[in-house]
């Protein structure tokens, strides 16, 4: 007999088994700390093991946005560890000195970590915090979110920022979705910090202006986002074929996600098209945009990455997006996203597919796309250059208040 337990059960019980174990951990701890005080009659300090501030990295990929941060937490001179859920993370070989760093496994193995950490602050991107295996630590006085894309705030999954205590912005447009969701769930106002945006300041001091300007062929990226509505799987073959009989040069990079949730839907497209087209799996997509001359996507925020750094036209396809699952599907308006791809796009409609090759030629040098390019980045980018600044001082700020409150 095989005992089968569905996912929606297994992610429950997991939960239920940490929340119990953690209860009995803190439980024992704190029965610790007061014999220890009742023969002492001196208040414990601090564990050697806290962390003033801990960061956590779900994958390589997200490496810059942290990077910059962790550059001015190294000056700190400060106790700052980096856990993160990839072997092959970046971060070894960046030879810090202060902060530390940690492979602390990936999925479960990681929640159950982090559901005991002990730190005045933790940092990380990954959205969702006590809603299901990530839970808070009784031992973080503070848990702060970082926005890993230009994007609206309220583009996770329903209830993906609520029980964070802030949020690190790129600009000051997500603030209005975070604080109409509160208001419509009664939750406690959460700080709001706009520092910047850590990965594109980053990107920005990689680009190599020979490989950006200097590219021969006339080229194309298709970077879409990934599942149902990614127009890689929507629509495959009949957006591909006719740039495949065109004379354009095609890079297509599918979303790092799509490998994972549907790689037979990928797989599938590259063994037909073959070396027609040069496919880009690599995790870091700047090769990719600084050799493209247009982009075509959908509604990923990889179109805010390429127009904002290299000022030049996106195409995307804009299909029926059902916003149900996602925290936008609370707010009465459109999220700033959707509004932004159509001031600074061109869109593409199904039925002109078969004209794409003539499009896409035919966008560059539009002023008009340029000017609205710059004001949406005017937007969206703010501080430029100066986030990891912004952020690493307001996460010392958080520590040495987390500190002050517990001498109290």
Not at 13 to 25: K, N, Q, V
Not at 309 to 330: H, K, W
Not at 342 to 348: D, F, K, N, Y
Not at 369 to 384: F, H, P, T, V
Request: charged letters at 30%; proline letters at 4%.
């Amino acid at each position: 007999m095989i005992l089968y337990i569905d996912p929606g059960t297994g992610s429950m019980l997991f939960s239920l088994f940490i929340g119990l174990a953690a209860a009995l951990y803190y439980f024992v701890k704190m029965a610790f700390i007061k014999i220890k005080f009742f023969f002492t009659g001196k208040r414990s300090e601090i564990s050697s093991d806290r962390d003033d501030i801990a960061v956590y990295c779900e994958a390589k990929h997200y490496w810059n946005v942290f990077k910059p941060i962790l550059d001015e937490l190294e000056k700190s001179g400060r106790r700052i560890s980096y856990y993160t859920s990839a072997e092959d993370d970046p971060f070894f070989e960046a030879g810090y000195k202060s902060v530390k760093g940690r492979f602390i496994g990936k999925g479960n193995s990681a929640f159950a970590f982090l559901n005991f950490l002990q730190a005045d602050v933790c940092l990380m991107t990954t959205p969702g915090l006590d809603v299901y295996q990530l839970r808070r630590s009784k031992s973080v006085s503070h848990y702060s979110h970082i926005l890993h894309a230009v994007d609206d705030a309220t583009s996770y999954e329903i209830y993906g920022l609520d029980y964070f205590d802030s949020v690190i912005l790129s600009g000051d447009y997500q603030k209005d979705g975070i604080r109409e969701i509160e208001g419509k769930r009664g939750d406690s106002p959460k700080e709001l910090i706009t520092a910047g945006c850590p990965y594109l300041d980053v990107l920005k001091t990689k680009i190599n202006p020979e490989l950006s300007e200097n590219h021969k062929d006339f080229t194309v990226l298709i970077a879409p986002s990934w599942g149902r509505n990614g127009i890689l799987v929507k629509y495959g073959r009949k957006l591909l074929d006719p740039l495949s009989k065109s004379d354009l040069k095609v890079i297509v990079r599918p979303h790092p996600q799509s490998m994972k949730s549907e790689p037979d839907a990928i797989n599938s497209l590259k063994d037909f098209y073959g070396d027609r087209f040069e496919w880009d799996f690599s995790p870091e997509n700047l090769s990719s945009l600084s050799r493209a001359d247009v982009m075509i996507s959908d509604f990923s925020s990889v179109i805010f990455d390429y127009a904002f750094l290299f000022e030049r036209p996106v195409f995307y396809v804009m299909q029926d997006f059902n916003m149900e699952i996602y925290d936008a599907g609370d707010l009465d308006g459109r999220p700033w996203k959707f509004e932004a791809i159509e001031r600074i796009g061109v869109e593409i409609k199904e039925d002109s597919f078969e004209s794409l090759p003539k499009m896409l030629r035919d966008a560059t040098g539009d002023s008009r796309l340029l000017e609205e390019c710059r004001k949406a980045k005017a937007e969206a980018w703010q501080n430029e250059g100066s986030a990891g600044i912004r952020a690493a001082e307001f996460l010392l700020a958080k520590s040495d208040m987390a500190k002050a409150s517990a001498k109290e």
